[in-house]
């Protein structure tokens, strides 16, 4: 069976850190790009980071850009979201994708992704 499965989520106050990770089984990541995404409560999900197969292509949306980091490790089938100075409004559902190519177009759009995992909350309050 073919499955993405997000953990790392979690409560954290405004400017903590928390690392999400995004794990395969049933397929090898390394031949694809991946999408993460997030829905905050009340919007429409939004791409928040993009990770070429190589990992030699990232790409992030300006409102995470120098506080998020997107890695990954093909070896453990996993790619991660690192998360840095947290705030309020990095609150949501946070989930991974995979694109259909090996790199994704920036800004991403979510019909060029074909698996999902179920998501993980994240939220940022004190």
């Known amino acids: 069976q073919l499955q993405l499965v997000e953990s790392g989520g979690g409560l954290v106050q405004p400017g903590g850190s928390l690392r999400l990770s995004c794990a395969a089984s049933?397929?090898?990541?390394?031949?694809?790009?991946i999408g993460w995404f997030r829905q905050a409560p009340g919007k429409e999900r939004e791409g928040v980071s993009c990770?070429?197969?190589?990992?030699?292509?990232?790409n992030y949306a300006d409102s995470v850009k120098g506080r998020f980091i997107v890695s990954r490790d093909n070896a453990k089938n996993t790619v991660y979201l690192q998360m840095n100075s947290l705030k309020p409004e990095d609150t949501g559902i946070y989930y991974c994708?995979?694109?259909?190519?090996?790199?994704?177009?920036?800004?991403?759009?979510?019909?060029?992704?074909?698996?999902w995992g179920q998501g993980t909350h994240v939220t940022v309050s004190s």
């Open positions: 994708a995979t694109h259909w190519g090996v790199v994704a177009a920036w800004p991403l759009r979510e019909a060029d992704f074909g698996s």
């Open positions: 049933g397929f090898t990541l390394q031949y694809y790009a």
């Open positions: 990770i070429s197969s190589s990992g030699s292509s990232r």
